[in-house]
């Protein structure tokens, strides 16, 4: 299946194979610049923290791959109560392993990056939010050129976890044996 939205650079369209992944029945989400506007809409059997984590590294690794022509080596995503950490290894092309063998190159593929997320953060934080089901109330970013690894955080308008576990607990009390009747 696949889904399209606006952003600022036009109309972007990504791939979400349902079949992989049967919990996402349908996700389409849209953004009008005029005037702020996100739309979210999303159908879940039942979402997981194993699988809210992996849907955002899946998506931060397309972006990656959008911008940059290359993905990750690994990336890693940990849903912790309010928010969600995406750790990205192994970040840089061949260009910018170049570049990183001198100090102001180092400066240059940082700065270009930094410019770079701070360009698409809006998208990333409705994309986010799609995913995850909860507002994103801000967003950080930075990145270690030495080590080629760049770290994301995702603070949300409320408990993920916390969400998760209630909702696990809601669909246990209505299966289990009813005493007493």
């Known amino acids: 299946m696949e889904y399209w939205w606006t952003c600022r650079q036009g109309l972007v369209k990504t791939r979400i194979d349902v079949g992989r992944h049967p919990q996402w029945e349908r996700l389409s989400f849209a953004r ?46 940990h849903l912790l109560g309010d928010m969600i950490v995406v750790r990205s290894f192994g970040i840089f092309t061949q260009t910018e392993q170049h570049l990183a063998a001198t100090d102001e190159g180092r400066r240059l593929i940082k700065s270009a990056r930094q410019e ?38 995702y603070v949300f308008a409320e408990d993920i976890e916390r969400r998760l576990l209630r909702q696990d607990l809601d669909r246990l009390s209505t299966v289990g044996p009813k005493r007493g009747t």
Do not use: H, W
Request: glycine share 8%; with cysteine; charged share 30%.
């Open 116 to 153: 770079l997320r701070a360009i698409n953060r809006e998208d990333n934080e409705i994309l986010v939010a799609a995913i995850v089901g909860s507002g994103v109330l801000r967003s950080y970013y930075d990145i270690d050129v030495e080590a080629a690894e760049q770290v994301e955080m």
């Open 32 to 77: 009008r610049d005029a005037g702020f506007f996100a739309f979210c809409e999303r159908t879940l059997n039942r979402p997981t923290k194993g699988t809210i984590e992996a849907e955002v590294a899946n998506a931060a690794v397309r972006f990656q791959r959008e911008q940059q022509g290359r993905g990750p080596t690994d990336v890693k995503a």
